[in-house]
């Protein structure tokens, strides 16, 4: 008989398995174990230690180099790996070890053992998707939490990873944690932590109090601020004597010494740079240079927005076009896509764009402000109206756009739009009659798509479609009329 001894995860079991069949050992010589506190697994003569993987992320497409299964398998077995079952290592191997002996059955639902892989992957798959639909964020209520938002869930199967992964690229940078009976996930804005608990040897399982000391571990770790650790008051507030007493004293000086070595430098840089700071007037001679802007909009940082988007959203369209359209902020799908207008918004403006006999591709899409701003609604994110200093911090961006596309004429859809592009506040209706001059060149408002979208009937949701589209029309014209040659005096005047 042969111990395996693997991390409880798909990579170090597929790794180990590989490494088995290599050695032609047959399921039934196995004894797969997975690792838990090193004093309760004493390693004996016969331990075959095949593998030691720590780096659970690493998950190929087929479960080993020399044995080729179908894409079918490989998805069940990744699947399967999921299922909350003490023998699940062994059943996948013998999995396994069948297909590579040829077996094909292995895979069918018809097969015994195919049936039970089929039923373990068909439950993780329930479990992944109820997961995304029923974990509920919280946000904390203090001034500057961390994690801004937290969830408490308990999964059928260990898909915690895989949920932690969707979530992270569904809610920016905004901090958050989901705790777990089995273990925790955080994310710190940029990237995921897990904190696995280990499973425990029988005798200790079924402790509360051991779930409850593993998530406030985990906690404690990812709450630990480094920028802000003063020693002195830390071990005032906490005398060490008591340390030993304390679930989370044996990660203290870790953290601690983590912070000394760098972590609390680099956690300071952020707000360190923030700071307004005195002016103080030097010589020219001796003055730094003045700061770059930043460099790119994927790097900006002019107003918060940033943190709790995926990414920024840029203007899309020829680099000439002659009309540019402004919009006023991704929503969720652009958000996602790193597109302007691929939502359900995208798709209304597209449709006014045909009625005005107008491509797509002709035109120059952006929007005002280049994060999206939102907050969340049960698992939704919700759109939020961008404010006035938002507008105003991301007309930086937009005034360079404008500047290299130069476009004839300018649309603004809605008020967000407006407002940007005359760097003021003023009422949408004052401005939809007529166009009127902004920018150094010519402008046009009109409803912004999304109006259309919360129309009650069909009836207004077309008129205000067809206001869109008469505004692009004009809009076309406009352009027309401005770049045809010999039009200087109808530049000056134009018809509308
Ligand atoms: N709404 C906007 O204003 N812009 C987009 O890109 C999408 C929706």
């Not at 601020?225 to 044996?250: C, I, S, Y």
């Not at 919009?327 to 302007?340: K, V």
């Not at 014209?477 to 000056?492: C, G, K, S, W, Y």
């Amino acid at each position: 008989m042969h111990a395996v001894l693997i991390d409880d995860h798909f990579a170090a079991w597929r790794a180990a398995s590989l490494e088995a069949l290599n050695r032609g050992l047959a399921p039934e010589t196995i004894e797969w174990r997975v690792k838990t506190a090193p004093e309760s697994l004493p390693e004996s003569p016969q331990t075959l230690a095949l593998f030691e993987c720590h780096e659970p992320r690493e998950v190929a497409p087929s479960p080993t180099r020399g044995v080729q299964v179908s894409k079918e398998l490989a998805a069940l077995l990744q699947d399967a790996a999921l299922f909350r079952d003490p023998q699940r290592w062994a059943f996948l191997y013998k999995v396994l070890w069948r297909w590579q002996h040829g077996d094909r059955t292995v895979a069918s639902p018809a097969d015994a053992d195919g049936a039970r892989l089929h039923r373990m992957a068909k439950s993780v798959r329930r479990a992944k998707h109820d997961m995304i639909a029923y974990v509920r964020f919280r946000r904390q209520t203090a001034a500057a939490p961390t994690p801004e938002y937290i969830a408490w869930y308990e999964p059928a199967h260990d898909v915690l990873r895989w949920a932690a992964e969707h979530f992270s690229q569904r809610m920016g940078r905004s901090t958050w944690m989901i705790a777990t009976p089995h273990g925790a996930a955080f994310w710190d804005g940029d990237q995921l932590h897990l904190e696995q608990r280990r499973a425990l040897p029988d005798e200790h399982r079924g402790n509360p109090e051991d779930d409850a000391e593993a998530l406030w571990l985990a906690y404690y770790r990812s709450t630990f601020n480094p920028a802000r650790l003063n020693q002195a008051a830390l071990e005032q507030h906490m005398p060490v004597r008591f340390w030993k007493g304390l679930p989370e004293a044996h990660l203290i000086p870790t953290l601690i010494s983590a912070a000394k070595s760098g972590a609390q430098r680099v956690a300071q840089a952020g707000s360190v740079g923030a700071l307004d700071g005195k002016s103080i007037p030097v010589e020219a001679e001796f003055a730094q240079p003045a700061r770059e802007p930043p460099s790119s909009l994927d790097r900006c940082r002019r107003c918060e927005l940033w943190r709790h988007a995926t990414q920024a959203v840029g203007g899309s369209g020829p680099g000439d076009a002659r009309i540019m359209l402004i919009g006023e902020q991704p929503g969720d799908q652009e958000d996602l896509a790193g597109q302007p207008f691929v939502g359900p918004a995208g798709q209304l403006l597209d449709s006014a764009i045909a009625r005005a006999g107008l491509l797509r591709a002709q035109l120059y899409l952006t929007n005002a402000v280049k994060h999206f701003k939102w907050e969340p609604r049960g698992k939704r994110r919700l759109h939020k109206t961008p404010g006035q200093q938002e507008i105003a911090a991301c007309g930086y961006w937009l005034e360079r756009e404008l500047l290299a596309v130069r476009p004839a004429v300018i649309v603004a859809l809605g008020a967000t739009a407006l407002n940007a592009l005359l760097q003021r506040k003023v009422s949408l209706k004052d401005y939809t009659g007529a166009p009127f001059e902004a920018a150094g060149g010519w402008a046009i408002a009109t409803w912004h798509p999304s109006f259309a979208l919360r129309q009650q009937s069909d009836a207004s949701r077309d008129k205000v479609l067809d206001e869109i589209g008469n505004a692009l029309m004009r809009a076309r014209r406009l352009a027309d009329e401005l770049l045809a040659p010999n039009t200087q005096t109808q530049r000056d005047h134009p018809q509308g």
